[in-house]
């Protein structure tokens, strides 16, 4: 299951990850991953609904956070996201989208 969470500033923040990788950190040399409850927690989803969800919220100028396989596989066929623009930590995807 994916978890999402929407946190509304002058701009939403759209948090999405794997909901196994919550509370855990990750390191790789000098950069760290932190897949803090507190901000990713959130409801839970099947990839289909994650997807239509990012593509939704796309249109509403949000930024969005992306952590896991299954996650950033969802932001990839939502089209908020390409190969390109997906980095790595200790073997964990993650992606950023600033709007």
């Known amino acids: 299951m994916?978890?999402?969470?929407?946190i509304s500033t002058y701009r939403d923040i759209v948090a999405v990850c794997d909901s196994n990788?919550?509370?855990?950190?990750?390191?790789?040399?000098?950069?760290?991953?932190e897949v803090k409850e507190s901000f990713y927690k959130?409801?839970?989803a099947s990839e289909k609904q994650v997807v239509d969800f990012l593509q939704d919220m796309a249109k509403d100028?949000?930024?969005?956070n992306i952590v896991g396989k299954e996650s950033v596989n969802a932001a990839l066929k939502a089209g908020i996201i390409d190969n390109d623009s997906v980095g790595e930590v200790s073997g964990v995807p993650f992606a950023l989208v600033l709007a």
Not at 21 to 33: H, P
């Open 21 to 33: 990788l919550l509370g855990k950190v990750f390191e790789d040399g000098d950069f760290q991953l």
């Open 42 to 44: 959130g409801d839970e």
């Open 2 to 6: 994916i978890c999402v969470k929407v």
């Open 61 to 64: 100028d949000a930024t969005f």
